[in-house]
């Protein structure tokens, strides 16, 4: 049970001109830029280096040779995300990627590289060209730990493994942030003038998904609940190559060294679906064809299909791929030289986030948010492989620009605010912790993201989406009488996963809801009962806000551009 | 199955065992074990996580007296694996009542001290990569630098490091001395002085080479038999000993 001393009520809050939640690739390039300038620091609930990016595998996207352009990797991203990403916003993307990757070679990253000394690059799914730069199939593991060492060669401050329990307003500003360490159970209150939401994505709201444990997008609900809107919420990646059972993520990079997708039949069917890119389409519509092909009874065991690599030969793989070998004989007991991997598509990435602009500017004056947790949107309906490390990189450089500027008039903020939030928080987790008689959180959670993955998944239809916020507003009940059992202070995890579902089931909702509303069919978003894309009424964005009633849907407009919308045929 | 969890509510040192009977499938890891122990049977069990996929280097362990991360390992495989480890003390004390055929032993990394359960402080592990400064210069330049193919090869399994500190938790130099820095510094020193594109490599080499790094190595090499990544870095060290 949490029982805290005079000396914890009393704690002295910390201060910081810049706090960033999120020890990422997007959270260390902010801090990255603050940190000669003013004083920042990192709040993360695990160490940097154990942060999802890490597990990026496939690589990052810059237009680098001649023969290509920023202008063909917009278009590739406009038409990758069905038109649905802000422009303006993907120009920054791509005209800044070649300076973000040719930063973190300088930096150190062991980029893989071509026979004349030059950072490699693959063919990925939905570009024109093959722009992906990589570094074999641990592209995230090696520009995190090189971004990380430039934060410590900077001296920046961590917090490691304190959880960010709520975003601190004062009117219409971000005065702080309160948090949990996990080490101890204290709860402590944070003033800073500018907040960082760099918290990642939230795919654990699904039951199958690559992404780790801990991505549970605390940062989007904890914006949700200060009244900052969520944006294109019901837009989720499924990777169309998840292992079967652990959902472990199979590179599309194994397509892009030649992999063939086989079914049950042992027939090569991405013919049937995109005659052009076959195993090279975008993703959802590889997802698409999976699916497909298990719900037409031309899948192994009615669940999955196979991803054959052993035409490429021993040293092709364990030259290109030796990490996805790697995870195929540790996490099924199959090497890929010898017979080909059992797959299924699971949930990957989250396209939609905190709305802001390309800046990071929230609608709330001092809270900005970068990375997965964002939506600026660059992704749109659709997320291109490659372009999300590239985002946080990108961007992690554009905003902390941005509150570098916002600091310069920025006043300083209430610390009673945010020692009376601290407060509040104290006493919500002490009720949380003394029930001794309740709902399992193993059960609530099963449930939840069970149902996400039933009702909310690759194909959707109108009558799922109600069944799925039908459990969503169980699991809510639920939640109110949740007990933990018999609890610690210090290091409770319970506890944390406990807030974590907390925060799902705002998301799940968000998401839900999105799907319900948008009755169209638009990149990730595959409408049953609305097979076509509806410009008229869908070209826009959806904002997510959270009222008594529960999340409430509306819309605003897209930002376009260059590229004139048109069909989306590959 | 059943698994024998090293217990410390306090920190400091392990205070007792509980014995837990885990559901297992085929394809199960010790991280899926232990969850389902966190789960249903024991709230209270603390343990770290992350990426389950063997990437992000938070879960490792010592599992049935050999340094493991939990997630890469199979329940039922974990009776036919050996690493086949020097001996020292955390390895070979085995606690009063463990039944080896059947039960797995699950206890906090060695070397390292215990804050709860299966939970370490990596302060000292995190701090040489500090003290050893190990981080490139920063260049300003338009232009990406080159490197051929072969020259990466050179630094190519030690940037595989996923920092887990099971290298440390292996090594009987570092159960001995409180100073080492044990391999994973080393290694990741050598990595930047061979690196072919590193414009001041004696600094890596010399910082490593003080009092408390590679003189205190003895070559004993669990390191290299422990490392899930094939780092090996007994085999850096050996090289920046001469
Ligand atoms: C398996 C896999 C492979 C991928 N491969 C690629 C690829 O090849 N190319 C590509 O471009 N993209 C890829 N992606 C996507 C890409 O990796 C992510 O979008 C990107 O790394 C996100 O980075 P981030 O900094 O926004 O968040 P993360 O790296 O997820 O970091 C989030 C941070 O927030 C912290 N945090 C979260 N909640 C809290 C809280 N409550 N309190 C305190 N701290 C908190 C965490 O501790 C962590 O430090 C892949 C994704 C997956 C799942
Ligand atoms: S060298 Fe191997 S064992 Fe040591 S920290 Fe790195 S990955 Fe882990
Ligand atoms: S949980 Fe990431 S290495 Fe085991």
């Not at chain 1, 940190?35 to 940097?48: E, G, N, S």
């Not at chain 2, 994973?184 to 910082?207: I, M, N, V």
């Not at chain 2, 038999?225 to 090996?232: D, F, I, L, S």
Request: aromatic share 8%.
């Amino acid at each position: 049970m949490y029982i805290y001393s005079e000396e914890e009520k009393n704690r002295v809050i910390y201060d910081h001109d810049a706090l960033i939640i999120g020890a990422g690739l997007s959270g260390l390039r902010v801090a990255i830029e603050l940190a000669q300038k003013h004083d920042v620091a990192i709040l993360t609930k695990v160490q940097a280096l154990r942060s999802h990016s890490v597990a990026a595998q496939g690589g990052i996207n810059a237009a680098l040779r001649e023969d290509d352009s920023w202008e063909m990797h917009a278009f590739d991203t406009v038409k990758g995300s069905d038109y649905l990403a802000d422009q303006d916003a993907v120009e920054i993307l791509t005209q800044e990627a070649p300076r973000a990757v040719i930063e973190n070679e300088l930096w150190g990253t062991a980029f893989s590289r071509t026979p004349t000394g030059n950072i490699a690059q693959r063919p990925f799914g939905g570009a024109g060209y093959p722009r992906t730069c990589y570094a074999a199939d641990r592209t995230g593991h090696n520009l995190l730990h090189t971004t990380f060492e430039q934060a410590m060669r900077l001296g920046i401050k961590f917090y490691d493994e304190f959880f960010a329990t709520s975003l601190v307003r004062d009117d219409n500003r971000i005065v702080g942030v309160t948090a949990l360490e996990i080490s101890s159970g204290a709860v402590h209150g944070f003033t800073a003038k500018a907040v960082v939401v760099a918290t990642g994505g939230f795919g654990r709201v699904y039951a199958r998904s690559t992404n780790a444990l801990i991505n549970t997008g605390d940062g989007c609900a904890l914006a949700l609940r200060v009244g900052v809107p969520l944006k294109d919420m019901e837009f989720v990646q499924f990777h169309p190559t998840t292992l079967y059972g652990s959902s472990i993520l199979i590179t599309e990079g194994a397509r892009g060294e030649g992999g063939h997708l086989l079914n049950a039949k042992g027939k090569r069917f991405m013919g049937k679906y995109a005659p052009d890119k076959m195993e090279l389409a975008p993703r959802d519509i590889v997802a698409r064809a999976i699916r497909t092909e298990v719900l037409e009874g031309r899948g192994f065991e009615g669940r999955y299909v196979h991803l054959d690599l052993t035409h490429l030969g021993k040293d092709r793989i364990m030259e290109r791929l030796p990490g996805i070998r790697e995870i195929c004989v540790h996490f099924a007991g199959i090497d890929p030289i010898d017979e080909p991997i059992p797959v299924l598509p699971g949930q990957h990435y989250s396209m939609g986030g905190i709305d802001c602009d390309k800046y990071g500017n929230t609608t709330l004056p001092g809270l900005f948010a970068v990375g997965e947790a964002a939506c600026m949107s660059v992704h749109g309906a659709n997320r291109l492989g490659g372009n999300s490390l590239l985002e946080t990189l990108v961007f992690g450089r554009v905003v902390g620009q941005k509150v570098i500027e916002y600091l310069g008039s920025a006043k300083s903020p209430s610390k009673q605010v945010v020692d009376d939030e601290a407060y509040r928080i104290r006493e919500k987790l002490q009720t949380m912790t003394i029930k001794e008689q309740g709902e399992s959180l193993h059960e609530l959670r099963t449930k939840l993201t069970e149902a996400m993955d039933d009702y909310v998944g690759v194909f959707r239809n109108a009558n799922d989406i109600k069944k799925a916020l039908k459990v969503i507003r169980e699991v809510r009940i639920g939640f109110e009488n949740l007990a933990l059992g018999e609890m610690d202070q210090r290091f409770n995890y319970s506890l944390i996963r406990a807030l974590e579902l907390e925060n799902m089931i705002d998301l799940a909702e968000s998401i839900a809801q999105g799907a319900l509303m948008r009755k169209e069919s638009r990149g990730a978003h595959w409408r049953v009962d609305y097979p076509n894309r509806n410009d008229e009424k869908f070209l826009k964005h959806s904002l997510a806000t959270l009222t008594p009633e529960g999340i409430k849907i509306s819309y605003k407009d897209v930002n376009l551009g260059r590229f004139e919308v048109k069909e989306r045929m590959y | 199955m059943l698994f024998r969890v090293a217990r410390s509510r306090e920190g400091g040192k392990i205070t007792h065992y509980d014995l837990y009977k885990i559901q297992e499938k085929k394809g199960m890891t010790i991280l899926d074990g232990l969850f389902q122990i966190q789960d249903r049977m024991d709230p209270s069990l603390a343990f770290r996580y992350s990426c389950r996929g063997a990437v992000c280097g938070s879960c490792a362990m010592l599992i049935d007296k050999e340094p493991r991360l939990a997630c890469r390992t199979q329940i039922l495989a974990v009776k036919d694996e050996a690493l086949k480890l020097k001996p020292f003390p955390p390895l070979t004390d085995a606690p009063p009542g463990w039944d080896k055929k059947t039960e797995i032993l699950i206890e906090p990394l060695p070397n390292l001290p215990i804050l709860k359960d299966l939970v370490v402080d990596m302060t000292k592990f995190y701090k040489s990569l500090e003290d050893l400064k190990l981080w490139m210069e920063p260049l300003e330049s338009k232009h990406p630098r080159l490197q051929s193919p072969d020259e990466r090869e050179v630094i190519r399994r030690y940037v595989n490091c996923i920092m887990c500190a099971i290298c440390y938790g292996s090594c009987p130099v570092n159960f001995e001395n409180e100073e080492y820095v044990g391999p994973a510094a080393l290694a990741k020193a050598f990595r930047f002085e061979q690196d072919s594109r590193t414009t001041d490599p004696e600094r890596y080499g010399e910082a490593a080479r003080k009092s408390n790094g590679a003189p205190l190595c003895d070559l004993v090499m669990n390191c290299v038999k422990a490392c899930p990544k094939g780092v090996a870095p007994g085999g850096a060290i050996r090289k920046l000993k001469q």
